[in-house]
């Protein structure tokens, strides 16, 4: 199993930005969440989605970020936008690992496949 991030950059205050995630190697219906990470912080999950396509968001993020899957290309997406500079850090894509998931997971314990992250640059 592998999963892949991209479209992490740098952006303004109130800015948008889009984060895909390539999954391969399994079959793709797995809970799959989205992780960041901030400089001398904890890594904390942001939002997450199941295989019925049920989603969660930290409070942090609800009504700002959207979390969402393409099944038919195997890729979870982010669609962030009225960013902050607290958003900034290197944000992973994660995978439980299994072939059907239901429910909310936000404890990175709970997940089985990472990737190596992207960063997210959010400027004042």
């Known amino acids: 199993v592998q999963v892949v991030e991209s479209g992490g950059g740098s952006v303004q205050a109130g800015g948008s930005l889009r984060l895909s995630c390539a999954a391969s190697?399994?079959?793709?219906?797995?809970?799959m969440g989205w992780f960041r990470q901030a400089p001398g912080k904890e890594r904390e999950g942001v939002a997450t989605?199941?295989?019925?396509?049920?989603?969660g968001y930290a409070d942090s993020v609800k009504d700002r970020f959207t979390i969402s899957r393409d099944n038919a290309k195997n890729t979870l997406y982010l669609q962030m936008n009225s960013l902050k500079p607290e958003d900034t850090g290197t944000y992973y894509c994660?995978?439980?690992?299994?072939?059907?998931?239901?429910?909310?997971?936000?404890?990175?314990?709970?997940?089985?496949?990472w990737g190596q992250g992207t960063q997210v640059t959010v400027s004042s």
């Open positions: 994660a995978a439980r690992g299994f072939i059907y998931c239901s429910g909310a997971y936000f404890r990175d314990y709970e997940y089985e496949y």
């Open positions: 190697g399994y079959a793709y219906r797995d809970c």
């Open positions: 989605i199941d295989s019925d396509g049920i989603t």
